[in-house]
């Protein structure tokens, strides 16, 4: 089970948000897999972000031209938002969004799962990873801080440090998952990453499925 307190924190944080008309802009990392991701147009995709937030991503998806878009997340503050987000442009019905563990989502298959910026919220980052793969039709896109090389090297102590400090203020635990592995996971179960990006300190792939 994830930590309780990630959607606690999240639901804390998106609250200025709450009575705004404006919404969060996209971060540098969710924009840059964007930027991954624009043969959406040509595709017409089903979109299934697990770990949706407040909906920035799926719905600029949306906008690009994917068919529908299914969002999971645990935090019910951040939905709300992404609710108003998708009527406010315009896709209100091709998009739902449901307060739920990623882990356990019992979605539907779509043709490409988006993880963006979530794995790093896991601790299980198996079970997180194989249960987008069974949710994947033809594609993974996925967003984590690199474990590699001296972005690796910096990550690690970064994000322990940062949890040292959180833990006193009921922040909730940040992990830098070994990207080797989770690509051999995707390997093995038939994808193929097709293009990546590196964002600072941060690592954005697309995975296909052969």
Request: with cysteine; proline share 3%.
């Amino acid at each position: 089970m994830p930590d309780p307190r990630i959607a606690r924190r999240f639901d804390a944080k998106v609250a200025e948000w709450a009575e705004l008309d404006e919404f969060p802009e996209l971060v540098d990392v969710s924009g840059a897999m964007l930027d991954l991701l624009r043969d959406a147009a040509l595709r017409r995709p089903s979109v299934l972000e697990l770990g949706c937030g407040t909906g920035g991503l799926g719905v600029a998806l949306l906008e690009m031209g994917a068919a529908r878009l299914t969002g999971i997340d645990l935090s019910a503050q951040s939905l709300e938002i992404a609710r108003r987000r998708a009527a406010a442009a315009g896709h209100a019905e091709r998009a739902t969004f449901d307060v739920g563990n990623a882990a356990e989502s019992s979605a539907e298959r779509h043709d490409w799962v988006v993880l963006d910026r979530v794995i790093c919220c896991y601790g299980d980052v198996e079970r997180l990873v194989g249960r987008a793969i069974e949710l994947a039709g033809d594609r993974i896109v996925l967003s984590v801080p690199e474990s590699r090389g001296w972005r690796g090297l910096v990550n690690r102590p970064l994000w322990l440090a940062e949890y040292a400090w959180d833990r006193w203020f009921d922040g909730c635990r940040g992990y830098v998952h070994d990207l080797k592995r989770i690509e051999h996971r995707l390997a093995a179960a038939g994808f193929r990453q097709t293009s990546s990006a590196r964002i600072g300190l941060w690592f954005a792939g697309v995975f296909d499925r052969r």
